[in-house]
């Protein structure tokens, strides 16, 4: 079946450091979405990328995918306590969305 | 705008029991979902529908039921609960495939 394999499962940064988080998809996606989920919250949609080889930045977050359209990243810049959470990407496939197992990120102060 | 909205926000059921999980939304959106986050764990999908009338099972259907006969509703049946159904349970809605998905805010459930 389809699986998005997601790593690291957890990281433990510095504030002010950064953070990667890495998606990879078995199969070519027709586009990829990244949510983040605060502790005791629900996922929000962050961003979609749809072409090869895109990127996207929002503030301190720069989004990527692959050229083969089967991997992704998401690179957040100088960590801040808000950014804590779980960030998830999701691959889609069909009418579903198969979700990668996420990243935690925890920021100390 | 509501949004996704999840009824109850918590519960407890004993074992065998049966509750049925309500999900609506406002925003007219075609495609629903159901899945279930396990402590520290990504979102696993219980059943989905694409429209009124429209079901269909997603990676862990066994131990629900769902229906939808309505654009608005998508509710979430447990028959026979099991603790392993202990989780919680999100329901998600959006226009159509390859748009965002909105998430409601989740239903807390326990089975002792």
């Known amino acids: 079946g389809q699986q998005v394999m997601q790593i690291p499962q957890y990281q433990h940064v510095q504030e002010g450091e950064d953070f990667t988080t890495y998606c990879n998809s078995s199969?070519?996606?027709?586009?990829i979405q990244w949510y983040k989920q605060r502790p005791g919250g629900h996922p929000v949609f962050l961003i979609q990328l749809v072409k090869s080889g895109e990127v996207k930045k929002q503030k301190r977050l720069t989004f990527q995918f692959g050229e083969a359209k089967k991997n992704s990243s998401l690179h957040i810049t100088a960590t801040q306590t808000t950014d804590v959470g779980t960030y998830f990407c999701a691959g889609e496939y069909g009418n579903k969305l198969v979700f990668g197992a996420g990243t935690i990120l925890r920021v100390k102060s | 705008n509501a949004g996704v909205t999840q009824t109850p926000k918590f519960r407890i059921l004993k074992i065998g029991q049966s509750m049925t999980l309500q999900c609506t939304q406002d925003?007219?959106?075609?495609?629903m979902y159901w899945y279930r986050q396990d402590p520290g764990m990504g979102l696993k999908l219980i059943y989905y529908?694409?429209?009124?009338?429209?079901?269909d099972k997603g990676e862990v259907p066994n131990g629900y039921n769902v229906s939808r006969s309505t654009t608005e509703d998508f509710p979430l049946r447990l028959e026979l609960a099991a603790p392993s159904q202990t989780s919680v349970y999100f329901c998600?809605?959006?226009?159509?495939?390859?748009?965002?998905?909105?998430f409601g805010d989740g239903t807390r459930l326990s089975i002792l």
């Open positions: 925003m007219n959106h075609n495609y």
């Open positions: 529908s694409v429209g009124a009338g429209i079901t």
């Open positions: 998600a809605s959006r226009r159509s495939g390859n748009q965002p998905q909105h």
């Open positions: 199969t070519t996606l027709s586009n």
